[in-house]
């Protein structure tokens, strides 16, 4: 069992990337969160955690939050005090009916097309605290949350 | 014989198919891939098919989903399908799926399993 993360931590440095859910922008979202966190100077293995982590937040947006349609992303990366990164991944597509159930490993709506079920579960191994919050036909906002070492 | 399409090479040894990819297999880079190494597979039907993924320098649940529908693809003709030397970011998340105790991982220097001729 991990230690829970404190969410009010101070914030000492934040900033907010809005892209439509195409998956060619699955890259580049990761790749802009690592850049912004890469001045903490996590360790690679770190900076890989995080990279994947937010690669699997997005594809949840684009394969199913917008499954027949193009919507906004929202990603806000906040650095905290105690070397804390908060990270958000917001949409407004059709929301989760049963997110205990989503979050269960290999549980997938879309086996069809190779969807393993595991995008959650790689979430809360890659990160120290994963929180969802959604509501059916408003959105989901995840929250990803990463202490690195000191 | 070695083809080329992408990120991804195809070598043949005999009734064996090697496919390596490299780059970033993620939900957008697995569509195009998976098309490829499809194509192949089904129109050579090789007994044996090694997908090679030294060079992945990243991989999400994505790139799962395509391990698993290839060792599907090709065990349902009969053939066998095994990873070949997976990076430390494949192994990673294999691991974590649990599906380095599903499918078979190999390295190219692990002669014991048989592979020594590659």
């Given at each position: 069992m991990k230690n829970r993360v404190d969410f009010s931590a101070a914030v000492e440095n934040e900033m907010q990337l809005s892209l439509p859910?195409?998956?060619?922008n699955e890259g580049m979202a990761r790749a802009a969160v690592a850049a912004f966190c890469a001045q903490l100077n996590p360790t690679a293995l770190e900076l890989a955690d995080i990279k994947c982590a937010v690669s699997e937040a997005v594809t949840n947006c684009i394969v199913h939050a917008y499954r027949e349609t193009v919507g906004e992303i929202l990603l806000c990366v906040k650095l905290c005090e105690g070397r804390l990164i908060q990270i958000e991944v917001r949409d407004r597509g059709?929301?989760?009916?049963d997110v205990k159930q989503a979050r269960?490993?290999?549980?997938?709506?879309?086996?069809?097309?190779?969807?393993?079920?595991m995008g959650f579960t790689v979430m809360e191994n890659f990160c120290d605290e994963l929180r969802v919050r959604s509501r059916l036909g408003k959105g989901t906002t995840v929250t990803l949350l990463k202490r690195l070492h000191k | 014989m070695i083809r080329s399409g992408g990120q991804v090479v195809y070598e043949t040894k005999g009734d064996t198919l090697v496919i390596r990819v490299g780059g970033e297999i993620d939900h957008h880079s697995a569509v195009a891939v998976r098309a490829g190494i499809d194509e192949q597979i089904l129109e050579a039907r090789p007994g044996r098919v090694l997908l090679e993924l030294?060079?992945?320098d990243f991989m999400d649940s994505s790139g799962l989903g395509l391990i698993m529908g290839r060792f599907a693809l090709v065990s349902k003709y009969g053939g066998k399908f095994a990873v070949l030397d997976p990076s430390p970011a494949v192994l990673k998340i294999l691991r974590l799926a649990g599906m380095d105790r599903m499918i078979t991982v190999l390295k190219t220097k692990d002669k014991k399993k048989g592979n020594e001729h590659l």
């Open positions: 859910s195409l998956s060619v059709c929301g989760i009916a269960e490993p290999l549980f997938t709506t879309d086996a069809e097309n190779e969807r393993s079920g | 030294s060079r992945v």
